[in-house]
């Protein structure tokens, strides 16, 4: 029924000080009565109103502590915004700073080519002032130019004219001298001919010796480090027998080879072994078919043709042989030497009479006796005709050298 401090101030008397001593007396009988009620409701009003301001203080301080969070976190917010910017305008100033410095780099670059052309353009007008000044001696000379080489095709066809009336006096001299030879063309026919000086045609030549020599190139090895210490280890020739179409090796026997030079050139030594530790030429260790046109050529390139593999410089002296297997090859080796010889020369008369190419002759029924010829140019030495002669076995086999024509051309390795 009260409420607040201004029901209980409502109860003082208006006129409380003016009252006297018996009004005050009567009033305070009269306020006795009411003194424990009053003074209750006196108490209560101001709890209320302590309670009432405590609860505004809480709610002001719970709002004062939400704003308080708010602004912490207002504040936080800006932090790492401001944090982030931070990072952000330092990577860009380090893009900045890294671009301005490939800025630099490409200025020097540009630099560096525009002097470049800088002096490519100085010496373009050099040149082109050099073809100026010339040019009047250029077009003075062209003439004459255009003069020298009508006078130069009329020389070519004149030397053309002539090697062509030459080669045909060289055949029709050659023609005249040759010794008569036959050419085989078939394996079986080889058996026929023994006593007879035979050629193999060049169907059944060339496809087996194109084929040895390439045998020869393939197993034959001496590398660089071996040609700079001068010497290699020895090294077995089994596998190039084993390819050989014809050719075996005798029981007990193998075929090696070993380099050996020096700063100025070496070459390889091929020799057969048997297992007694016993060294022999290769052709000790080695059997063949005699009536094969393979057998023979295979024969022929191992005992000459191998030794001149795996030569190095000054090694080639007295191997830098070649062989001669048609008749332009021997007209040009002819021709090649620096002393003139005309082609009905006396001094070509037992070159003129040998065939080119490889020459056979089998003698014999029972016993046979084989010899294999070819001429070849060599170095220093000139055309000379190669031999090869054996019987049934090859222990007898000797190598021979006729000389047809001594060159007067001399080389120096």
């Known amino acids: ?13 208006d006129d409380w000080g003016s009252i006297g001593e018996d009004g005050f007396t009567s009033h305070r009988l009269s306020f006795a009565g009411f003194s424990g009620v009053g003074l209750t409701f006196l108490l209560l009003g101001f709890l209320v109103s302590m309670l009432e301001a405590r609860v505004k203080m809480h709610k002001l301080a719970t709002l004062a502590s939400g704003y308080e ?16 910017l931070e990072k952000k305008y330092k990577d860009q100033a380090e893009k900045l700073r890294t671009k301005h410095a490939n800025l630099l780099d490409e200025r020097e670059y540009f630099i560096k080519q525009a002097r470049v052309y800088d002096h490519l353009s100085r010496y373009a007008a ?13 077009r003075n000379d062209l003439k004459e130019t255009e003069r020298s080489a009508a006078d130069c095709t009329e020389s070519n066809r004149l030397i053309e004219s002539t090697k062509a009336q030459m080669t045909a006096d060289w055949h029709k001299f050659r023609k005249k001298h040759l010794l008569p030879i036959e050419k085989v063309n078939k394996d079986a026919s080889i058996s026929q001919k023994h006593n007879t000086l035979f050629a193999l045609d060049d169907t059944l030549f060339y496809s087996t010796w194109n084929r040895t020599h ?12 071996e040609i700079a210490k001068g010497k290699s280890r020895q090294k077995t020739l089994r596998p190039l027998i084993k390819d050989m179409k014809t050719i075996s090796l005798k029981s007990g026997w193998n075929i090696f080879y070993k380099y050996s030079g020096d700063s100025h050139g070496g070459k390889c030594d091929f020799f057969a072994k048997a297992k007694d530790g016993t060294q ?14 393979q057998g023979l050529i295979e024969l ?19 191997l830098d042989y070649e062989f001669i297997l048609t008749d332009e090859q021997l007209l040009f080796n002819v021709l090649r ?5 005309k082609p009905f020369d006396p001094s070509l008369h037992s070159v003129m009479a040998v065939p080119t190419g490889l020459r ?5 029924n029972g016993s046979i006796h084989t010899n294999i010829s070819c001429i070849a140019y060599q170095t220093n030495e000139g055309l000379i005709d190669y031999s090869l002669e054996y019987g049934n076995d090859l222990d007898d086999l000797s190598i021979s050298k006729n000389p047809l024509l001594k060159t007067s051309s001399q080389v120096f390795y």
């Open 1 to 13: 029924m009260f409420s607040g401090v201004d029901r209980l101030l409502s109860w003082i008397p």
């Open 69 to 84: 969070e708010i602004i912490e976190a207002i504040q936080l917010n800006k932090f790492f915004q401001l944090a982030h």
């Open 126 to 138: 050099d040149v082109c002032n050099q073809l100026k000044t010339e040019k009047a001696d250029v």
């Open 214 to 225: 390439k045998l020869l190139k393939s197993h034959i090895i001496v590398t660089d480090d």
């Open 280 to 293: 022999e030429p290769i052709w000790k260790a080695i059997k063949h078919e005699t009536n094969s046109a």
């Open 300 to 318: 022929f390139c191992l005992i000459l043709e191998l030794p001149k593999s795996g030569v190095y410089w000054h090694g080639l002296y007295g």
């Open 337 to 341: 030497d620096k002393e003139y010889r």
């Open 360 to 364: 056979i002759e089998i003698r014999g």
